[in-house]
């Protein structure tokens, strides 16, 4: 079906991507309606590099979100851009310093985890650096670790409740639940992060996270 982007709010996504779930989230937590257009990022080597596609997003990458016609990319953008358009159910703090502490820990895994470990990384080891299956394993805790470990800590101090910031998830947790989605794919050891562990599993509890999952979206496979 054709996008309308002035009558409807259509998200490009891949069930996978963690960068698409985040969105997904945020989405479902405000209360918005949107329909998806899977872009698949694997199958005949990837939807992604199609030329329709990367006029859309000449990165190449999901997700993308069009709206009253403007088209809108990276997951941090997206996400602030809802919460100023759609201001009901409110994800960041009314107080500047609790949304900059929202933000950093968002931020940081948007930033120092996440694209560390991506897909285009992830083929870039094995393809062009020949590294094998042990070391792209050694590669991805090493920086999951690294973050985790700042995550952890910032989720230890009072202002954390039972989400990443008080007791109503904000868009840390639109955030982190991905991460820890990818950690669990790869086997990394979560053990040290009680933290992570006992908020994810409080979020992943909720109806707007469910809906949100990766296996429960209509392009998983």
């Known amino acids: ?68 016609g403007h088209t809108l990319v990276q997951s941090m953008a997206i996400c602030e851009y809802l919460e100023q358009v759609f201001p009901a159910q409110p994800l960041l703090p009314a107080d500047a310093a609790e949304r900059a502490r929202v933000r950093g820990i968002a931020q940081s895994i948007t930033s120092e985890i996440q694209p560390l470990n991506n897909l285009g990384v992830i083929n870039y080891l094995k393809r062009e650096l020949e590294a094998g299956d042990n070391q792209v394993n050694d590669w991805y805790g090493h920086w999951i670790a690294r973050g985790f470990s700042a995550v952890e800590s910032w989720l230890s101090a009072a202002s954390a409740g039972t989400c990443c910031h008080g007791d109503a998830p904000t868009l840390a947790d639109c955030f982190l639940v991905p991460q820890v989605y990818n950690a669990e794919r790869f086997a990394c050891d979560l053990e040290p992060y009680p933290n992570i562990r006992r908020i994810t599993a409080h979020c992943r509890a909720l109806p707007a996270f469910q809906r949100a999952a990766p296996e429960n979206q209509p392009d998983a496979v």
């Open 1 to 68: 079906m054709p996008v309308d982007s002035t009558r409807e709010l259509v998200l490009y996504s891949y069930w996978r991507s963690s960068s698409a779930y985040r969105v997904r989230i945020a989405l479902n937590l405000k209360g918005i309606e949107y329909r998806q257009l899977p872009v698949h990022l694997v199958r005949e080597g990837g939807e992604q590099h199609r030329a329709e596609y990367r006029a859309i997003n000449p990165l190449g990458l999901v997700p993308a979100l069009v709206h009253n």
